[in-house]
């Protein structure tokens, strides 16, 4: 149960206990009970090595969260569902050593990306960009370099897990040999005080949490973003919290690219691609242009990085030169960046 969650009637909530992720759904019922005070709450979920199929357990999961609001105690159905479902960790598996299985789907453009089914109506990734506006391209950023990203949010909590999902699908990585230096970007999904510990250890992550006593623990997160202010008190980052000419423009194009989308489905009746597909292969196809100069540039023999190639890569040379330093610094890349004045990174 998150933390306000007597304050509706029902959510769903992904999380991370240990080395597993687990899906719960919550309701809550108003009865006639002074030992109850007025109120029965309950919440049912399960565990597993990979989030990336809870979601087929999602309707079940509702069913018997309100089964147990009306028959409190009676887990046969339960039961049943653990002995035929139930799988055996394997031994050492721990909150460091366990690695989720991630299933990878193809698409019709033969990129991959992480199977998460919505069941949102109009799609997560839709959703988070028409909330973000603009400054999607700075969670882009902060996301790309392996930020500790903290989403606070009232409950419900349900569809803000999905925006921890969207903010890590927007540094998805697809070349071999990048990221081998930087950090790991998990998605925890909602946490809590419980899981202050586990954080502190914590190089990169994005998580959500209904609890406003987190952004007073600033040693916990580099980033914090409260409904659509996205704010750090890191001083080095603070530059890239401006949406520059080039994330203006990128935006446009993003627009561009939805509007003809649906312009198609609506004349031609194709409906082989959806919005969720398209803004996903987008940030995957800016993050390869970007990390396709870097390692051309790397392998040429002055080694160096011109406001040209940050042109080239959709940046703006002057707006982007911190983001720029930044990553090369994340990934391990020994180049030299010159665009006004020389500056070794």
């Known amino acids: 149960m998150a933390s306000g969650s007597h304050r509706v009637q029902s959510d769903f909530i992904y999380f991370r206990k240990g080395g597993f992720y687990g899906l719960a759904c919550f309701a809550n019922m ?20 990979s989030y990336t199929l809870l979601y087929r357990y999602m309707h079940f999961l509702e069913n018997q969260v309100r089964h147990q609001l009306e028959i409190p105690g009676h887990y046969t159905p339960l039961e049943a569902f653990y002995e035929d479902k139930k799988g055996v960790a394997p031994t050492g598996v721990g909150p460091r050593n366990c690695q989720p299985t991630v299933h990878w789907l193809p698409t019709v ?11 949102h109506p109009a799609g997560c990734m839709s959703q988070f960009i028409k909330f973000f506006g603009e400054q999607i391209f700075v969670l882009w950023k902060f996301a790309l370099l392996r930020k500790r990203i903290l989403i606070f949010s009232p409950p419900p909590v349900g569809v803000v ?13 697809n070349i071999s040999g990048v990221g ?8 925890f999904f909602y946490v809590n005080v419980a899981d202050i510990q586990s954080l502190d250890g914590e190089g990169s992550y994005v998580a959500c949490t209904t ?58 009746g194709d409906c082989t691609s959806c919005e969720e597909d398209l803004f996903i292969l987008f940030f995957m ?7 396709q100069t870097l390692l051309e540039v ?12 940050a042109r080239s890569m959709g940046l703006d040379p002057q707006g982007d030169r911190t983001f720029l330093m930044n990553l090369l610094e994340v990934y391990g890349f020994d180049l030299m960046l ?8």
């Open 285 to 291: 196809e800016l993050n390869h242009r970007i990390f």
């Open 161 to 173: 897990c999905y925006r921890v999902y969207c903010c890590c699908c927007l540094a998805n990585v």
């Open 338 to 345: 010159v665009i006004d004045n020389p500056c070794c990174a």
């Open 211 to 268: 609890e406003k006593i987190f952004e007073q623990k600033q040693n916990l997160y580099d980033v914090y973003v409260d409904n659509q202010n996205v704010k750090t008190h890191r001083e080095y980052l603070q530059p890239l919290l401006r949406v520059n000419s080039a994330d203006k423009e990128k935006y446009r194009r993003l627009n561009d690219q939805r509007q003809l989308l649906m312009y198609t489905q609506e004349v031609d």
């Open 30 to 49: 108003p009865v006639e009970s002074e030992l109850e005070r007025g109120a029965r709450m309950k919440s049912v979920g399960i565990l597993s090595p």
């Open 109 to 119: 453009h033969k990129h991959l990306y992480p199977e998460m089914k919505i069941t």
């Open 298 to 309: 790397a392998a040429s023999q002055d080694k160096t990085l011109t406001a040209e190639h």
């Open 180 to 187: 081998v230096t930087a950090p790991e970007s998990k998605p």
